[in-house]
């Protein structure tokens, strides 16, 4: 497990964007094994990242069956997507984030951007990360418990980073 906001040996903040778990690197190597499970079920992803990579990857995930973009509900379908066109604050990422999981309960929640990671966490109450395998380079899975006890899948994504399909092939899965 990973307490978020705890700082290891080495002074870093461990995080979304830690490259240290209790003074050892992570290797990718290390941690495929069960990621994609975790998009099976219904998927919340904050984009909080607006670099044009991440704009594309959004573009190219809207055009997969049962994915719906937008700041409205959807009425049916397994993943939602919030993404801002400019970086809103993480105030705003935060309560939109939010009140998503709570209207809508998903199984998991991706976060692409390390602030958005790190706000969606803390809006979420999830105090630790355990983590678990990684879906594509870059893209790590870890199990988290919210604050209102629910057990989740958390994905986090570097803004910016990944093919241009990393989101579809995801969301087609």
Not at 35 to 43: D, H, I, S
Not at 151 to 164: H, L, Y
Request: glycine fraction near 14%.
């Amino acid at each position: 497990p990973v307490p978020l906001g705890k700082r290891n040996h080495s002074g870093r903040v461990a995080g979304a964007g830690s490259q240290t778990v209790e003074g050892s690197p992570l290797r990718s190597a290390d941690l495929y094994r069960t990621g994609p499970a975790l998009v099976r079920g219904r998927v919340l992803a904050i984009i909080g990242s607006v670099n044009p990579v991440t704009a594309e990857q959004v573009r190219l995930a809207a055009r997969v069956r049962g994915v719906a973009v937008g700041r409205g509900v959807p009425r049916g379908g397994r993943w939602w997507i919030i993404a801002w066109p400019r970086w809103p604050g993480t105030a705003r990422v935060a309560r939109a984030a939010a009140a998503a999981f709570a209207r809508w309960r998903p199984v998991t929640v991706l976060c692409s951007g390390g602030e958005t990671a790190a706000a969606v966490a803390e809006a979420l109450g999830i105090a630790v990360l355990t983590l678990e395998g990684e879906l594509q380079p870059g893209l790590v899975t870890s199990r988290a418990r919210t604050g209102d006890g629910a057990t989740i899948g958390f994905v986090t994504k570097p803004g910016g980073f990944g093919a241009a399909q990393a989101l579809a092939r995801m969301a087609a899965a």
